[in-house]
């Protein structure tokens, strides 16, 4: 099964890449594409740094960076993966890398974005879920760490 696995550098996406371990343990066989989705260069950006190819470039360093660890896990649990940096809108890029990819489904952390942990979405794993081809598995933290604690 190939799997595509959006990641931010967060310790939720992180408890993604943890899920798809974890199911892999349990027979799963899996095929990894981790994407990290950077946000387009600004209007300030552009004009400081005069050049369009060096914005790509701190750009695309910046998402490597964020899949690092990420990819450091997988392989050491023997998992190969392949690795892209895209930039645009999060959900919409996350979704073109996995269709370009061929992906059967999307494992991805977001939070509640509901008061007290309502169960709903971050905005993001929310346009995921509604314009996903593929199933989505949502990964959250377990709720010790969700901050909900009295």
């Known amino acids: 099964m190939k ?16 899920w798809v371990l974890a199911a892999r343990v349990q027979g799963l066989p899996v095929e990894v594409v981790l994407v990290n989705v950077q946000e387009p260069a600004n209007l300030y950006e552009l004009v400081v740094a005069h050049d369009a190819d060096v914005l790509s470039q701190v750009s695309t ?26 930039t645009g809108d999060p959900a919409h890029m996350a979704i073109e890398v996995g269709e370009r990819h061929g992906v059967d489904l999307v494992v991805m952390g977001a939070e509640s974005a509901g008061a007290l942990g309502t169960g709903l979405v971050g905005s993001v794993a929310n346009e995921v879920l509604r314009t996903s081809t593929v199933p989505v598995v949502i990964v959250k933290l377990p709720a010790d760490d969700e901050g909900l604690s009295p």
């Open 3 to 18: 799997v595509l696995l959006p990641v931010d550098g967060s310790e939720l996406s992180m408890e993604a890449v943890h």
């Open 61 to 86: 360093d910046a998402g490597m960076h964020c899949l690092e660890p990420a990819r450091a896990l997988l392989s050491a649990a023997g998992v190969e993966c392949v690795c892209e940096v895209a």
